[in-house]
């Protein structure tokens, strides 16, 4: 299996920030690198996928970037719905794995 | 608006078999060319995905939970299900249904269920 291991595990930021957050795979995954969204008792939701392509309604202030085995999610300017747990997500192999997430406080 | 609602027992005892089912509207299992996927969430040790199933009948089973597991299509109902035999306290989790792209370029859980929290007792 290809371990993620994403960094910060948690991080406080205020309204107005620029957050960045890191994923590194333990092998290369071309682009196939996902991020999503989650916050208390909902389900994940995809922000972006291919490392970089935003998914429609996701707001501008989200983007993604990488390749191989290291990749990042930057919100420039945080808003209050952002504060959230991001997860990244590999989809290069047989067997599709998630990083453990970071939390994103104030 | 493409939407999937799990249902099944909340609670199911040790060395039992977890029974969920995945109801989807906005789409047609049969009519699309996605998977329709299992995926839990553990307190600690994160998400995980259990497997998918095409409306074809491929599937394909996480290798830790395969001789365990059956992932089934009923095209009919529009429904996917999940049987999870011989549970035990390390099973226990939120379990989700989610909608599969597997393209050349887009591989992700596009749609999810709201999810189901599962406890397995002794």
């Known amino acids: 299996d290809i371990q993620l291991t994403q960094s910060p595990s948690s991080l406080s930021a205020s309204v107005g920030d620029r957050v960045i957050i890191t994923c590194r795979a333990g092998e290369n995954v071309n682009r196939y690198l996902n991020w999503y969204q989650q916050k208390p008792g909902r389900a994940p939701k995809l922000l972006i996928s291919?490392?970089?392509t935003l998914q429609s309604g996701v707001p501008s202030r989200f983007s993604g970037s990488g390749s191989a085995t290291h990749f990042t999610l930057t919100i420039n300017g945080l808003q209050p719905d952002d504060f959230a747990t991001y997860f990244c997500?590999?989809?290069?192999?047989?067997?599709?794995?998630f990083g453990q997430g970071t939390k994103v406080d104030i | 608006q493409v939407q999937l609602q799990e249902s099944g027992p909340g609670l199911v005892k040790s060395s039992q078999t977890l029974s969920l089912t995945c109801s989807v509207s906005?789409?047609?299992?049969?009519?699309?060319?996605?998977?329709w996927s299992w995926i839990r969430q553990h307190p600690v040790k994160g998400l995980e995905w259990i497997g998918y199933v095409h409306h074809t009948g491929g599937t394909f089973y996480n290798p830790s939970l395969k001789s365990r597991l059956l992932i089934a299509v009923d095209t009919s109902r529009n429904q996917f299900s999940l049987r999870l035999n011989f549970v035990t306290a390390a099973d226990t989790a939120v379990y989700y249904c989610?909608?599969?792209?597997?393209?050349?370029?887009?591989?992700?859980?596009?749609?999810w269920g709201q999810g189901i929290l599962v406890t397995v007792s002794s």
């Open positions: 997500q590999q989809s290069y192999t047989t067997l599709w794995t």
């Open positions: 906005g789409d047609s299992i049969s009519g699309s060319n996605y998977y």
């Open positions: 989610a909608r599969t792209a597997f393209g050349d370029f887009l591989r992700e859980f596009d749609y």
């Open positions: 291919f490392a970089s």
